[in-house]
């Protein structure tokens, strides 16, 4: 049997009703496939941590995690912490120094949900977005000066650097080679960035006579936000730079039919480092331990980090348990239109886990 040891930081809000979820329902499909062990150990960092000791982890922290092969991560963000000290104090710090580069997030409508297309069902959203995860738009390069003044200014520098302009890419190509479509669309704006997005068209373009199997497209971001709303069964692999996967990612989840659905993958691929899995959807204060919040991005996110452990098998198992309990719609969350708890959508789960293998 394999074991692996798996760091889990629920962190704030509805991040501890799911993980709870994620980590009840990792434990069912493991013991049903037979083969794997998961060792977790919770850790308490976050908002909450940070009101109590005016740092989100504790200054080993980085150190701490990397000894575990995995992270399952909640959400972060807190009404009286400002979001870029949770976000720059926790997740972004992980990101980086685990040079988790590669953000990977399915965008699939799974059987029995209402997604808000017309005529667009399960078939025709199902692609998955790459986003660089580790500078560009987010390198945290900049500065501010003259506060307080007429004469203040802020400066926030985007950073494209060959390498991680290339691995990006090439981690797409790679990735579009190996599906059935074998088609990539590059995400751009060089019609207006004319240093950072043009620099990032040239190095799509240099890469593609290396993967000639695999069918090259490229939009600029607001056209393919509209594609992605018309047309969302043309899109198979979609890559581009942070911030622009940033915000396509989230109309992706709106496709999902709610925020509570899709799951995120921080990966390293070299596997030097762990990677780290999550819901998309953030912490949502206003309707923590209420028991109403969705656990699906959280299972799906442990599904991802199966499959990146290298058990692609028990993913796929608990991915059809979760289309089950969606496909026969009788046990939802109210962000889907349903009256089930958290808990209950876990259980649902689980049972439909167990069933498979009885």
């Not at 290339?166 to 797409?172: A, F, K, N, P, S």
Request: hydrophobic share 40%.
């Amino acid at each position: 049997m394999k074991a692996y040891r798996i760091a889990v930081i629920p962190g704030d809000g509805i991040g501890v009703d799911t993980i709870d979820e994620a980590q009840a329902t990792l434990d069912v499909v493991t013991r049903a496939h037979g083969g794997i062990r998961l060792e977790f150990d919770r850790f308490p960092w976050g908002c909450t941590y940070y009101l109590n000791h005016h740092e989100m982890m504790p200054s080993d922290g980085l150190s701490i995690l990397s000894g575990y092969e995995s992270i399952l991560f909640g959400a972060v963000g807190y009404p009286t912490v400002p979001d870029h000290v949770s976000l720059w104090g926790l997740l972004l710090p992980l990101r980086q120094h685990f040079d988790q580069y590669i953000n990977l997030r399915p965008v699939k409508l799974l059987d029995g949900i209402p997604g808000p297309l017309r005529d667009k069902g399960p078939a025709d959203i199902d692609f998955v977005c790459i986003r660089e995860n580790t500078e560009g738009e987010y390198a945290g390069v900049g500065g501010r000066a003259h506060r307080g003044m007429d004469s203040e200014v802020a400066i926030q520098t985007s950073v494209f650097t060959r390498m991680g302009v290339e691995r990006v890419l090439r981690y797409g190509f790679e990735l579009a080679a190996r599906r059935p479509r074998r088609e990539l669309v590059s995400i751009t704006k060089s019609n207006a960035l004319q240093f950072s997005m043009v620099f990032w068209d040239e190095v799509f373009a240099s890469l593609q006579s290396q993967y000639p199997q695999v069918s090259c497209r490229q939009y600029h971001v607001d056209a393919l936000a509209a594609r992605m709303i018309t047309a969302p069964e043309t899109l198979d692999v979609v890559v581009g730079s942070n911030l622009f996967g940033d915000i396509l990612t989230d109309l992706g989840g709106a496709l999902q039919g709610s925020l509570g659905i899709p799951p995120s993958g921080n990966i390293n691929p070299e596997r030097k480092y762990p990677s780290l899995f999550e819901p998309v959807h953030g912490s949502a204060p206003d309707i923590a331990g209420k028991g109403i919040a969705n656990p699906i991005a959280a299972i799906w996110a442990g599904a991802m980090m199966l499959d990146h452990l290298g058990h692609s098998d028990a993913a796929d198992m608990l991915m059809a348990a979760v289309n089950g309990v969606t496909a026969a719609g009788s046990t939802l969350t109210p962000d889907l239109g349903g009256s089930a708890t958290t808990h209950q959508v876990g259980e649902a789960i689980r049972h439909q886990i167990v069933g498979m293998t009885r």
